[in-house]
């Protein structure tokens, strides 16, 4: 399995992005897919999730505020994000679990700033 995450960019607080991971490869190895990020100095934590059921899971910052989708027929993921806030400022990440283990995309820079 191979991703490809895009739409990041510099947004004003109160401002909305949308993420896409786009999946390529052997998908149907795919268990579950999510959005991780990583600010400056900290540790990757796990942003949303979503199982091949359409079950979703969202971290506390999260909750409210991000949407994470999956449109199957595209093999894609999105992420939209909501009232950002300078704090929700990190490098994303798309990542698969796959019955071969996880796999992650590239990141893509969001920066939360007026």
């Known amino acids: 399995v191979q991703l490809q995450a895009c739409g990041g960019g510099l947004v004003q607080p109160g401002g909305s992005l949308r993420l896409s991971c786009a999946a390529s490869?052997?998908?149907?190895?795919?268990?579950?897919m999510g959005w991780y990020r990583q600010a400056p100095g900290k540790q990757r934590e796990l942003v949303a999730s979503?199982?091949?059921?359409?079950?979703?899971g969202y971290a506390d910052s999260a909750k409210g505020r991000f949407t994470i989708s999956r449109d199957n027929a595209k093999n894609t993921m999105y992420l939209q994000m909501d009232s950002l806030k300078p704090e929700d400022t990190a490098v994303y990440y798309c990542n698969a679990l796959t019955s071969m283990g996880n796999v992650w995309g590239q990141g893509t820079q969001v920066t939360v700033s007026s």
């Open positions: 490869g052997s998908v149907f190895s795919i268990r579950r």
């Open positions: 979503i199982y091949n059921g359409g079950t979703t």
